[in-house]
């Protein structure tokens, strides 16, 4: 190898960063593909199936077209706010990937004097750092609705502020009832907690010892990536397309990517948390991966059925379960994680 | 070196952003500049080794306060700021004058302190920051030499609360 | 038990702890009890107090620190503990009827005063700056709530969101000002702090830090300049509120002030922080300004006031500034005096508002000077005490008054601060004329203006007697109190005798 170049674990690491980037593109391209063809079976119908094989290629066409499309801008719009906005949103989904774990170590195939973490960035904080980031993506969304002046954006981005706010109580409370257990913020050290299994047959998922948090969970999971049935800073039949409705080409496709980016992270973070994440039987540690992908496929699944199946509820109903039902389940939660941890020892 | 070049960085952002809060037009570009002020804060807590603190700083005041300010400026949505007073003008003599003194006092801090180094704070740099685990460390000490304040500070928040509820609620 | 402590620090905690409980029992009874009931929660409130009075009984005497090194269980702490709970209690009394007739809900009232004892508490037995901020920001959220509670009212909402405004300010200040002590000595412990600052350390930054923390104190003190705030809020909050507002914050602020300053700060008093016109200076300079400012413009501005409340926030003003000259005078002496009138004037001024809240009545605000016509004849005995309390403020002999002055000036002039003294005589002078004016509108009988008797409530009646039985015996005996306070004083730690004369 030439001098200039940096040492091979650097490099890695690049690549490392490159590969979980670009996957991280073509999962949401994958998804849109999905949520199409899943939709389209639901509703009885065919979906896309012109472009590539039963239309497996119809988000890169989508992508191509929308490039070329014109940037508009509304006049009265904040030209500085409106013009960040999808770039928060978009640099929150891909940042809050960087610290999830999706496997062991590799050395690839012997390349390397030290194998290397599949794993961008471990720090000791890593759930606090998912959640915080999480949290900056909600300006991108404020500020679109605020800067492009218009009403529709305007309600939807005070919508899903609201909304973020009020449902990433619960997140975090769920979230603690499993660091508790786990006694580490560091993804890779709750994963490799969960390693193992009961009487043989079941394996040692937080799952099973959190079953109301993985609901809680998910359910502000739905929540925060503006999901149906909990998408109102989009409802289309109220307010056009909501905070993004001023947004065109290239910035719109930004919002979209977000938005799928940003489930993906949520069911990585589900997957590790209370999944096991990368651990199951049968395939050898280099190939553990596979099983992450499969489990956060499936959770990513779920969520394509459930838009498909479930209408939005109401605005004032979405409130109410926010903060009546949902945080007040999640506090008794936490409080009987916590004293079955003091109890049992 | 780096780590100098860095800090410095770091710290002209937050003056400028600083600077930018307090003169921007518009009070949602306030808030903005308060946000980037708000990072670049916790970009310093990480350097100091503090990543807790930094994220805490992120989650809580960037993510959450400073969300829900963003969330009261859109609503009130306030176009320009409220007339100023009719005696401007004096008011800005005399923020100058008091912008004066308060520039001296600070560049005569400066010029002292080089010149005469203190003992109390070359001992205070000197003892050595806690660099790594410190959310347990955080955690040790907020529940065990610092809990009488800290259940202090849950009333204070409870205080906090009722009182918000209490003066905004239209009907109690 | 959390690891670290013992039952003994629960045990010495229990004050705090019986005010906390108490507030939260009054929060879950106002949900719990039948809107008719509403009476019942004034009576809670007051056994609260009586119960965290008995609690404090343990504390007496005792000398020690609690909880990790943060709170002390020392005299010092104990008697500004009795002097909030006394406060508490009679503001809770003079309360009923003020909140009937003002519509205000009484069951998130009383909590809010109960937290603010609290906070207050924690401000007197903070040993460590962590604690002392904690206690003042508890104390000051409670009160930014109170002065708004008459929610319809334009003046408490206005004087609510000065208050809050300024108040915020002012904290920011202070804390910057500990934050620099932080910095210097790695420690938020005022012993700690005591005992590595020497002469010199950190330039011209610890001139700085005492000049924020003077400024962040003086605001709550309501110590000119810093003193703004105080007519506009005291006018605009509910009567019982200013009341507890400026004897119960002001006594609290003055504790924390003494316990940052005599024994966190004490090898700074008479010099250390530099020099000014070839004579070195410490933080009692800055005290000394601020106290003949503060009784002068005090006084000066009292004297053309219309309203009650805003004459007495003047007079306040003044009294902060008297008190402040004990704390000038700095030695064991100096601190007790302070101390002494602190407790005197929480009785004197907590009576004369309770004539004011006592003027109060459907569909008369009652807070004007011309309110207080004709008093005489309708209710001598109302009357006569607010003529006690008033030569008492003005500092007349055989009241408690006259005593509260006679032992600081007394100090002052120990201390060798003759000048002070003089100015701070002086003063009192000039304070009679607008404490007479008072007197004299009840004296005046108008036939016309005459209204209908309006009777006084029990509770009223009996924080009056106890204002009054108080103002007197102190000015017949005040031996009772110099003791408690002089054993509290010293608690404070030895100061040292001054430089600056």
Request: overall charge neutral; proline content about 4%; aromatic content about 12%.
């Amino acid at each position: 190898m030439p001098a200039w170049l940096p040492p091979p674990a650097v490099l890695a690491h690049l690549g490392l960063i490159l590969v979980v980037f670009n996957m991280l593109v073509l999962s949401a391209a994958f998804m849109v593909w999905m949520e199409r063809k899943v939709c389209a079976y639901i509703q009885d119908r065919n979906g896309p199936n012109r472009v590539g094989f039963e239309g497996v290629l119809q988000p890169f066409a989508d992508v191509i077209k929308l490039l070329f499309k014109e940037e508009l801008r509304p006049k009265a719009a904040d030209a500085l706010l409106f013009a960040i906005a999808p770039v928060i949103s978009a640099a929150a989904a891909f940042a809050a990937f960087a610290v999830i774990p999706f496997g062991t170590s590799t050395t690839l195939w012997g390349l390397l004097d030290q194998p290397i973490p599949l794993q961008v960035t471990d720090v000791n904080v890593a759930v606090l750092v998912i959640f915080a980031i999480t949290s900056m993506g909600i300006y991108g969304i404020v500020l679109a609705g605020w800067s492009s002046n218009s009403k529709y954006s305007l309600l939807g981005g005070l919508r899903s502020s609201a909304q973020m706010i009020s449902y990433e109580l619960s997140y975090g409370l769920a979230l603690a009832a499993v660091i508790m257990l786990a006694g580490s913020l560091s993804l890779r050290e709750i994963v490799l907690n969960q390693a193992g299994t009961w009487w043989g047959f079941i394996p040692r998922w937080y799952v099973f010892l959190q079953p109301i948090g993985f609901l809680i969970f998910m359910t502000a999971g739905v929540a925060e990536t503006n999901r149906a049935p909990f998408d109102f800073p989009e409802a289309e039949q109220e307010l056009v397309a909501g905070y993004h409705t001023e947004y065109s080409s290239m910035s719109f496709a930004m919002f979209f990517l977000a938005e799928y980016v940003n489930m993906v992270t949520v069911s990585a973070v589900a997957t590790s948390l209370f999944l096991g994440g990368w651990l199951g039987p049968f395939l050898p540690d280099w190939l553990a991966w596979v099983w992450f992908l499969v489990k956060v496929f499936l959770i990513l699944f779920f969520y394509v059925w459930m838009r498909w199946t479930l209408p939005r509820y109401r605005y004032d109903q979405l409130m109410e379960f926010g903060w009546k039902y949902l945080l007040p389940v999640a506090v008794l939660n936490l409080l009987a994680t916590a004293a079955l941890i003091l109890w049992i020892g | 070196m780096f780590e100098s070049i860095l800090f410095y960085t770091l710290a002209a952002f937050i003056l400028g952003f600083g600077v930018l809060v307090v003169t921007a037009r518009n009070t949602v570009h306030c808030v903005v500049f308060l946000v980037a002020n708000f990072l670049c804060v916790a970009m310093i807590y990480v350097m100091l080794g503090a990543e807790f603190l930094a994220i805490i700083q992120v989650l809580v005041y960037a993510g959450g306060i400073v969300v829900l300010y963003l969330f009261v400026v859109m609503l009130v949505n306030l176009k320009r700021g409220p007339d100023a007073a009719p005696d401007r003008r004096r008011q800005s003599r005399v923020g100058f004058v008091l912008a004066a003194v308060m520039l001296a006092e600070i560049s005569a801090i400066l010029v002292y302190s080089a010149a005469r180094p203190a003992s109390a704070v070359a001992a205070a740099a000197a003892t050595p920051l806690q660099t790594v685990g410190n959310t347990e460390v955080v955690g040790m000490l907020l529940y065990t030499d610092y809990l009488i304040p800290f259940e202090v500070a849950s009333m204070l928040l409870l205080v906090a609360m009722i009182g918000a509820i209490l003066l905004a609620k239209k009907e109690i | 038990m959390p690891p670290g402590f013992s039952s003994s620090d629960f045990y010495y905690l229990m004050p705090e702890l019986v005010i906390t409980a108490g507030a939260l029992l009054v929060l879950a009874l106002d949900v719990l009890l039948p809107r008719a009931w509403e009476r019942v929660l004034s009576w809670v409130t007051v056994a609260v107090i009586l119960g965290a009075g008995l609690a404090l009984v343990p504390s007496a005497g005792q000398n020690l620190t609690i909880a990790r090194d943060l709170v002390a269980i020392d005299g010092f702490a104990t008697f500004f503990k009795v002097l909030f709970l006394v406060a508490a209690a009679l503001t809770v009394l003079m309360s009923p009827r003020y909140l009937t007739l003002e519509n205000v809900h009484p069951g998130e009232y009383y909590f809010l005063v109960l937290c603010a004892t609290l906070g207050m508490m924690f401000m007197a037995g903070g040993v460590d700056l962590i604690t002392l901020f904690i206690g003042l920001e508890t104390m000051a959220v409670s009160f930014y709530v109170l002065t708004g509670i008459i929610r319809p009212n334009k003046r408490s909402n206005e004087a609510a969101i000065k208050y809050f405004v300024l108040g915020a300010f002012s904290l920011g200040l202070l804390l910057y000002g500990m934050s620099i002590l932080y910095g210097l000595t790695g420690s938020t412990h005022l012993r700690v702090i005591a005992t590595s600052l020497v002469a010199g350390d950190g330039g011209l930054l610890l001139p700085f830090a005492v000049m924020l923390l003077v400024a962040g104190i003086g605001f709550k003190i309501a110590a000119v300049p810093f003193h703004m705030w105080a007519p506009d809020v005291y006018e605009g909050a509910p009567t019982p509120i200013t009341a507890f507002l400026s004897v119960g914050s002001k006594a609290a602020s003055f504790a924390m002030l003494l316990r940052i300053f005599v024994a966190g700060l004490p090898a700074f008093r008479a010099d250390g922080l530099g020099t000014a016109w070839g004579q070195p200076f410490g933080w009692g300079a800055f005290f000394y300004v601020l106290a003949v400012v503060t009784m002068t413009v005090g006084n000066l501005a009292a004297l053309t006031q219309g309203n009650i409340k805003r004459l007495l926030a003047y007079s306040s003003i003044a009294h902060a500034g008297y008190i402040l000259i004990g704390i000038v005078a700095g030695s064991t002496r100096g601190v007790s005096a302070a101390l002494v009138y602190l407790m005197i004037y929480a009785f004197m001024q907590l009576g004369a508002f309770a004539v004011v809240v006592m003027l109060r009545r459907k569909d008369i605000i009652g807070d004007e000077l011309k309110d207080l016509t004709g008093l005489y004849a309708t209710h001598p005995g109302a009357a006569i005490a607010m003529l006690v309390f008033m030569l008492s403020l003005g500092g007349i002999p055989p009241t408690a008054g006259f005593m509260g002055k006679f032992w600081v000036f007394g100090a002052a002039i120990d201390a060798g601060y003759v000048w002070l003294a003089v100015i701070g005589v002086l003063n009192s002078a000039v304070s009679l004329y607008y404490y007479i004016r008072i007197v004299v509108f009840m004296w005046i009988s108008e036939e016309e203006e005459k209204s209908a008797a309006f009777g006084i409530s029990p509770a009223v009646a009996t924080v009056l007697a106890v204002t009054l039985a108080m103002t007197v015996l102190l000015g017949i005996y005040p031996r009772l109190l110099f003791d408690f306070a002089q054993a509290s004083a010293a608690s404070l730690g030895s100061v040292p005798s001054l430089g600056l004369r």
